[in-house]
Antibody, heavy 119, light 107 residues
Framework: QVQLVQSGAEVKKPGASVKVSCKAS????????IHWVRQAPGQRLEWMGYIKAGNGDTKYSQRFQGRVTITRDTSATTGYMELSSLRSEDTALYFC????????????WGRGTQVTVSS | SYVLTQPPSVSVAPGKTARITCGGH??????VHWYQQKPGQAPVMVIYYDRDRPSGIPERFSGSTSGNTATLTISRVEVGDEADYHC??????????FGGGTILTVL
């Protein structure tokens, strides 16, 4: 069965960076994109970007352009999301999700990684 | 940017039918996807491309679209269906877009 296992909670100071991992199993890693979505307290889900796990192509939301970097390690079947210049508003639950066969749906999700930004 | 609007909450008695709406301009021309999110758990896709149901999702879950509104319908609601439900589309100007989420309460 498809599983996406994310790294543990992080606490960071403003201005720092955070890197969250997403270990995939149960399918051919390079066949599907990995997306990153976040949910700040009381806010809606917000798409951050994706990486095509096969060739490494990425696309980022304009909101995060310049601050987010999404990478993957095919040998480890793991995706990564790094967010820099953290501020308090970046405190949120960060999810990875695997794309589906139709491209636009997010077929499987991880349980989320809590990132807290606090001085 | 493209905006999806959901009611903040819907309440229903066990065994009844819950309908959760998702409004967006010409949403009927886009593929709408629905996700169920329970506290501390990974979100689960319950409907994709308007009305398709992933394997393992009960037939009680169904989806439809018409004009500017998409609807997730849950028949014979159970206590275990209590969750947040989110709609999502892809839009050429906004990429992946989510609604604000609807809390389903089973009374």
């Amino acid at each position: 069965q498809v599983q996406l296992v994310q790294s543990g909670a992080e606490v960071k100071k403003p201005g720092a960076s955070v890197k969250v991992s997403c270990k995939a199993s149960g399918y051919t890693f390079t066949d599907y994109p990995i997306h990153w979505v976040r949910q700040a307290p009381g806010q809606r889900l917000e798409w951050m970007g994706y990486i095509k796990a096969g060739n490494g192509d990425t696309k980022y939301s304009q909101r995060f352009q310049g601050r987010v970097t999404i990478t993957r390690d095919t040998s480890a079947t793991t995706g990564y999301m790094e967010l820099s210049s953290l501020r308090s508003e970046d405190t949120a639950l960060y999810f990875c999700a695997r794309g589906g066969n139709g491209w636009y749906e997010l077929a499987y999700w991880g349980r989320g990684t809590q990132v807290t930004v606090s001085s | 940017s493209y905006v999806l609007t959901q009611p903040p909450s819907v309440s229903v008695a066990p065994g009844k039918t819950a309908r959760i709406t998702c409004g967006g301009h010409n949403i009927g021309s886009k593929g709408v996807h629905w996700y169920q999110q329970k506290p501390g758990q990974a979100p689960v896709m319950v409907i994709y491309y308007d009305r398709d149901r992933p394997s393992g999702i009960p037939e009680r879950f169904s989806g439809s679209t018409s004009g500017n509104t998409a609807t997730l319908t849950i028949s014979r609601v159970e206590v275990g269906d209590e969750a947040d439900y989110h709609c999502q589309v892809w839009d050429s100007s906004s990429d992946w877009v989510f609604g604000g989420g609807t809390i389903l309460t089973v009374l």
